[in-house]
């Protein structure tokens, strides 16, 4: 029998490492407390945001909503949507947020005609799908940019427009708040050039393999997680408020805004 995964691939700066094993320490406990001991002990810090598939041996993860719906659609269970604290987070939400240095000349979104910008994925909720969504109502059914880069990192994309090496890039509100926290001397050279449409926050998920006893196991622990007074300290760690029931209609709701940029002539970002 393959071991069991877990991992928290979407928030995950090296620096971030303790606040995520605190986390899954905390959940662990409260699946202790009912009865569930066959867990992985330590989270798989090498998986990427968007592997190649949910396996069935994936017991805990966090995976972004636009792929649960295309790539991903299928294998995953919902297990809790988090609510952050961070700043363009409003319950269970968050957006992307346009980012470009502090002292380039942009002060809209119509600006960026003809800069270089970059995006992680083009699986990615708050780097592709949601970016397209807001762009597509300016671009005229044309090409926005002179140049895009898929790079498949949005902190790195973050660190290329603070260091100049591109103009702008779009990445997930938690993700920006996270990186302000932990690299505060980078973060403070950008700025919130616009935002994107809301989305739903990045769902903790585990495998359609799981055992039902074992997803109502895990689901109960994740609102112990995120509401115990015992866990505030991890919660602060993560800038997490709540853990709450997510809504699968929410995450549907995802492929109408690529329709939407599709029927307005921009089904890609160019």
Not at 37 to 56: H, N, Y
Not at 63 to 77: D, H, K, S, W
Not at 187 to 209: E, K, M
Request: with cysteine; glycine share 6%.
């Amino acid at each position: 029998m393959n071991a069991l995964l877990a991992s928290l691939p979407m928030y995950n700066l090296p620096e971030m490492r303790p606040h995520n094993t605190a986390f899954w320490t905390a959940v662990r406990a409260e699946m202790a407390r009912a009865g569930e001991s066959d867990l992985p002990v330590d989270l798989d810090f090498a998986r990427p945001p968007v592997p190649l598939t949910i396996e069935p041996t994936v017991t805990f993860t966090q995976v972004c909503g636009y792929p649960l719906q295309t790539i991903f659609r299928g294998q995953a269970v919902l297990l809790g949507a988090p609510v952050y604290t961070a700043e363009y987070c409003h319950g269970a939400t968050h957006v992307g947020v346009f980012l470009v240095r502090d002292d380039s000349p942009y002060r809209r979104l119509e600006d960026l005609c003809g800069c270089r910008f970059v995006f992680n994925s083009i699986h990615s909720n708050s780097g592709m799908n949601l970016p397209r969504r807001a762009l597509a109502d300016i671009a005229e059914g044309g090409a926005l940019f002179a140049n895009v880069a898929e790079t498949h990192s949005q902190p790195g994309n973050i660190e290329r427009v603070a260091k100049g090496e591109a103009d702008a890039t779009c990445v997930d509100c938690v993700t920006f708040a996270f990186f302000r926290r932990h690299r505060a001397d980078l973060g403070r050279r950008l700025r919130v050039l616009g935002t994107t449409p809301p989305s739903p926050s990045i769902p903790f998920v585990t495998s359609r393999a799981t055992p039902p006893e074992m997803v109502d196991k895990l689901r109960l622990a994740l609102q112990r997680v995120g509401k115990s007074p015992e866990w505030a300290a991890v919660r602060d760690g993560l800038m997490l408020k709540d853990i709450v029931a997510p809504d699968p209609a929410a995450y549907a709701r995802l492929l109408d805004y690529e329709r939407e940029a599709a029927e307005r002539g921009y089904p890609a970002l160019r």
